[in-house]
């Protein structure tokens, strides 16, 4: 047996298994991402439901009266819809509804906030009254919270200077001077800043008693759009880059080369050349082997690192085809020269081929019975090339054939598990969206959308279909009869 063979065909499977594994590891973490995320989004739609439901109560017994109904809608939304948006990106809840009359009205990761939803004056006046009643508010790390449409005119107004507002047009309607006078004398008289106060995720219009429903729809809506591009942008991460693609060049023309540098020395050894009394031809074809072997890394480690990203090749058998390619093409080479005719091209060419089919099957094979990154890899290549040279060496015709016979059967096998695991998995998909589509159904806040989902997922689970409730009649018939 050639030892150097095994060596480089072990260097070879090398790149091939690392580059696998590195695109083992993105397609993991996207999958662990999309697992992840399905929770996230899940829990996010909890947020929503569990606040609609709060709202609708509030509604239903009028509390507050028709003056401030609108303001225990803005405290509710504003905690519910805040923690779904924090849920889908997979962040805890920060906010908490304190509900008991105190001087806070919410509590967002400790800091305690006051809501005032006012039509009038921007709200400044209530905010006003709140300072006269607990002058310590802001002191004690309090926060002002109005609407998002009141805030940024408060903003507006104070960018505009006195000699600005006096010339400015009133008879629009775009600009108030009673406003503008409200707002500075305001943050002149008052011990507070604007920074002590901040937009709600709401405009005032918003958390209206006819325009609440509106509102969260639109909010499911946004949610369900920022989990779509959570995903994509999670695709994209996971997609193969030029980035990595140039490091595995890098890596696999610097192993490959360095690979071709010892052997070509130690050939040079063998033939009982001391290091120190190589010559510089020798040490002309030590590099020049060295060189032809990085170019090959390189080659090998794009030519791997694209079929097994864009065409779904498997490392072991990208390795092959581009071994055996270079290994063709160097025959290719020797006939054109004339220094082989045609029946030795083609046979070697013919072996070559199948070297290289042992190799990547003997790899694949290691893998798979010892999946630790490259050293399953590397450990099946050479027990299998091994096994594979010691047959074409030293056997017989007739033990060569059952070991072929044998490897044929072996990627039989492997090509008819490949097919069942991809229709299984397919058909999980298939269940899996069939399963989210009951699922959001329900959960659905429509009762009569989430007594189809509660009956689809009945049927799902195999309950027989004369034991489901799907009627009235059969409800009446079940707790009346």
């Not at 072990?10 to 999958?31: F, G, I, K, P």
């Not at 072997?293 to 085809?321: D, E, H, Q, W």
């Amino acid at each position: 047996m050639d030892t150097e063979d095994i060596v480089k065909s072990n260097q070879e499977q090398a790149v091939a298994s690392w580059v696998n594994y590195l695109n083992q590891v993105r397609l993991d973490r996207l999958v662990e991402f999309m697992q992840n995320q399905d929770l996230n989004l899940h829990d996010a739609m909890a947020d929503i439901d569990n606040t609609f439901s709060q709202i609708e109560e509030l509604i239903n017994s009028n509390r507050g009266g028709t003056y401030g109904l609108h303001g225990f809608i803005a405290e509710t939304a504003e905690v519910g819809i805040s923690n779904a948006r924090e849920n889908v990106l997979g962040n805890p809840d920060k906010y908490k509804w304190l509900n008991d009359n105190g001087p806070s009205d919410l509590l967002r990761s400790g800091v305690e906030i006051q809501q005032k939803f006012y039509q009038s004056d921007l709200s400044l006046r209530a905010i006003a009254a709140h300072l006269e009643k607990y002058p310590d508010y802001i002191s004690n790390g309090g926060k002002y919270q109005i609407p998002r449409d009141q805030y940024d005119k408060i903003q507006e107004l104070l960018s505009i200077s006195k000699d600005e507002a006096n010339k400015m047009p009133t008879a629009d309607g775009s600009f108030s001077l009673k406003q503008w006078k409200l707002v500075h004398e305001f943050f002149d008289h008052q011990n507070i800043s604007v920074n002590d106060i901040e937009p709600s995720k709401f405009q005032y219009k918003e958390v209206q008693r006819e325009q609440i429903n509106i509102t969260i729809k639109q909010e499911k809506v946004s949610i369900k759009k920022t989990d779509s591009n959570l995903r994509n942008q999670a695709r994209r991460e996971a997609a193969p880059t030029l980035k990595e693609g140039a490091k595995v060049v890098g890596v696999a023309a610097a192993l490959e080369g360095g690979t071709s540098l010892v052997l070509s020395i130690a050939k040079k050894k063998k033939e009982g050349k001391c290091l120190k009394d190589f010559s510089d031809d020798d040490w002309k074809d030590v590099f020049k082997d060295a060189g032809i072997g990085t170019v090959k890394g390189g080659v090998r480690g794009a030519s791997i690192y694209v079929l097994t990203n864009y065409t779904s090749t498997p490392a072991s058998a990208a390795n092959a085809i581009v071994t055996a390619s270079f290994g063709v093409a160097e025959q290719a080479h020797l006939y054109r020269k004339g220094e082989l005719d045609e029946v030795q091209f083609i046979s070697n060419a013919e072996m070559l081929c199948l070297d290289a089919s042992v190799s990547a099957l003997s790899s694949f094979i290691g893998q798979a019975v010892i999946p630790i990154p490259v050293i399953g890899a590397l450990i099946g290549n050479t027990v299998g090339t091994t096994l594979y040279k010691v047959a074409k060496d030293g056997l017989s015709d007739r033990e060569q054939k059952i070991i072929k016979l044998y490897l044929d059967d072996i990627e039989t096998l492997r090509s008819t598990l490949d097919k069942e695991y991809q229709d299984l998995v397919a058909k999980i998909q298939r269940e899996y969206e069939l399963f989210m589509q009951i699922l959001e159904k329900l959960y659905s806040v429509d009762y009569m959308k989430a007594l189809e989902g509660s009956c689809e997922m009945a049927k799902l689970c195999g309950v027989p279909s004369e034991e489901i409730l799907d009627s009235k009649e059969k409800i009446a018939d079940f707790f009346l009869n």
